[in-house]
């Protein structure tokens, strides 16, 4: 299983990024993709879902307006859209791959993450 982000660098604000996040190793449809960051010293926070289920998606409120969050299936890819971003958003952005197969038994993955810096 392997999951690699790209795209990350530095921005200045208001400036928009596009992150992507490539899977191998599992069937990608069948799992919710997230986008979740760490900033320094800080724990790491969810950012958005795209659920494997339909088209359902859900997003940080400090994000909401901002990112969007998109999937292709046939590519094994899931994106970060982020638009007029903010020195606060400034972190390491991780790729997570999640599936429940029952209460007791789930398949967690995680990319090694991208660094996105806005600042001017």
């Known amino acids: 299983v392997q999951l690699v982000e790209s795209g990350g660098g530095l921005v200045q604000p208001g400036g928009s990024l596009t992150l992507s996040c490539v899977a191998s190793g599992f069937t990608f449809s069948t799992y919710d993709m997230s986008w979740h960051r760490q900033a320094p010293g800080k724990e790491r926070e969810f950012v958005a879902r795209?659920?494997?289920?339909?088209?359902?998606?859900n997003y940080a409120d400090s994000v909401k307006g901002r990112f969007t969050i998109s999937r292709d299936n046939a590519k094994n890819t899931v994106y970060l859209q982020m638009n007029i971003l903010k020195p606060e958003d400034t972190a390491v952005y991780y790729c997570?791959?999640?599936?429940?197969?029952?209460?007791?038994?789930?398949?967690?993955?995680w990319g090694p993450g991208t660094q996105v810096t806005v600042s001017s």
């Open positions: 795209s659920w494997a289920a339909g088209s359902s998606t």
């Open positions: 997570n791959a999640y599936r429940a197969v029952s209460t007791i038994r789930q398949y967690d993955y």
